[in-house]
């Protein structure tokens, strides 16, 4: 993760920042499951806990090569009036390190119940029993609202931004460009 871009939303009258970058991410999310050789990863560079809000500008990391590919695509059409691409550029010298991970809450308890029955190899009665005084969770992070490729439904991608620091992980990134066990250049 050597290079990154920025992309950053441009201000609209008929739409909020947030649907925007909705709608942007969604975009990046159908590239790089329709281009799964890609490496990239997201940042979000204005992201902010106290205001529960990712920021006007999407980070883009990988090697120069992946992200000029991605940028070679049409994954952008009809996002273009909407946002701002800089040049894909190096990450510079020295940088902190930020973990930015997708976080899903435990809210739906029948969900969990049926997860629970089918991974153990019981029935849901049974399953229901282990959750019976369960209450739904409820997660206070900035999010992101998808449409489910493959069930079609839409659904709240909760994204944890780390405070940064100074030692980088390795690791894999799913195709929202998010990582559990990776970090990124926080510059």
Not at 116 to 145: C, M, Q, V, W
Request: overall charge positive; proline content about 6%; some cysteine.
């Amino acid at each position: 993760m050597d290079y990154y871009l920025d992309i950053g939303l441009l201000p609209d009258p008929d739409f909020v920042p947030s649907m925007l970058m909705s709608a942007l991410f969604s975009k990046l999310h159908r590239a790089l499951v329709e281009h799964p050789e890609l490496t990239v990863a997201v940042s979000f560079p204005q992201y902010s806990l106290a205001q529960r809000e990712l920021g006007g500008y999407l980070r883009l990391h990988g090697n120069q090569q992946d992200l000029e590919s991605l940028q070679s695509t049409q994954w952008l059409t009809g996002m273009r009036d909407h946002v701002s691409c800089k040049a894909v550029l190096p990450v510079p010298a020295h940088t902190e390190y930020v973990f930015v991970q997708r976080v899903q809450a435990k809210s739906n308890v029948e969900r969990l119940v049926r997860r629970s029955a089918k991974r153990k190899g019981i029935d849901e009665a049974e399953a229901r029993i282990n959750y019976h005084r369960a209450k739904p969770e409820k997660l206070r992070l900035p999010f992101i609202t998808l449409n489910s490729q493959s069930s079609g439904q839409r659904f709240a991608l909760f994204i944890k931004q780390s405070k940064p620091q100074q030692t980088a992980q390795t690791g894999a990134f799913n195709r929202y460009g998010l990582s559990q066990t990776a970090t990124l250049p926080w510059f």
